[in-house]
T-cell receptor
Framework: RKEVEQDPGPFNVPEGATVAFNCTYSNSASQSFFWYRQDCRKEPKLLMSVYSSGNEDGRFTAQLNRASQYISLLIRDSKLSDSATYLCVVNMGNYGGSQGNLIFGKGTKLSVKP | ETGVTQTPRHLVMGMTNKKSLKCEQHLGHNAMYWYKQSAKKPLELMFVYNFKEQTENNSVPSRFSPECPNSSHLFLHLHTLQPEDSALYLC?????????????FGSGTRLTVV
């Protein structure tokens, strides 16, 4: 089983739509969680951290369910500029000698159309 | 503008060539990383350096040789590569490997092996 799994998409949505991405992770020892955004042929950039209590940053809401080992990202009122690949990322801390490295999902591609 | 600078941005090399990728970070971070991103695959961790000491080698073939002369600079020396090594090579840094707040990535070197 892959460590971090995401639906690759693409998700094609009209401007103004609400879209949700899901991600599951296999290691219950995982300690911290992030969503990164990667534009075409660019480097990944941190979008937001994901906290157990859920957190919101403008139009973006992230949720974590530790019991189900599941992370979500909700984007409201989609903009054309939201078009990108969204990477689910998990940090296992110092479990198993991993030195706290980040494990990336393959990403979910979002395309927002006019 | 990213605090992590990678050169060159693009590189085409033959299978018998020797080349080096360079990464420099201006963020005062103590940990640096090399990641490989191939088409349709998640980012794969290659090497981790913490306070310029290598702390992780993720089963990378010996044709990839990292060097970290100080906490601000990281190199990836390449020799006798294969066409399947063509990928985007990303350097990243963080305050330390265990920090939960994510990494800062460079823009990457897009490598093509012919």
């Amino acid at each position: 089983r892959k460590e971090v799994e995401q639906d690759p998409g693409p998700f094609n949505v009209p401007e103004g739509a609400t879209v949700a991405f899901n991600c599951t992770y296999s290691n219950s020892a995982s300690q911290s969680f992030f969503w990164y955004r990667q534009d075409c042929r660019k480097e990944p950039k941190l979008l937001m951290s994901v906290y157990s209590s859920g957190n919101e940053d403008g139009r973006f809401t992230a949720q974590l369910n530790r019991a189900s080992q599941y992370i979500s990202l909700l984007i409201r009122d989609s903009k054309l500029s939201d078009s990108a690949t969204y990477l689910c990322v998990v940090n296992m801390g110092n479990y198993g000698g991993s030195q706290g490295n980040l494990i990336f999902g393959k990403g979910t591609k979002l395309s927002v159309k006019p | 503008e990213t605090g992590v600078t990678q050169t060159p941005r693009h590189l085409v090399m033959g299978m018998t060539n020797k080349k080096s990728l360079k990464c420099e970070q201006h963020l005062g971070h103590n940990a640096m990383y090399w990641y490989k991103q191939s088409a349709k695959k998640p980012l794969e961790l290659m090497f981790v350096y913490n306070f310029k000491e290598q702390t992780e080698n993720n089963s990378v073939p010996s044709r990839f040789s990292p060097e970290c002369p100080n906490s601000s600079h990281l190199f990836l020396h390449l020799h006798t590569l294969q066409p399947e090594d063509s990928a985007l090579y990303l350097c990243a840094s963080s305050q330390d490997p265990g920090q939960p707040y994510g990494y800062t990535f460079g823009s990457g070197t897009r490598l093509t092996v012919v």
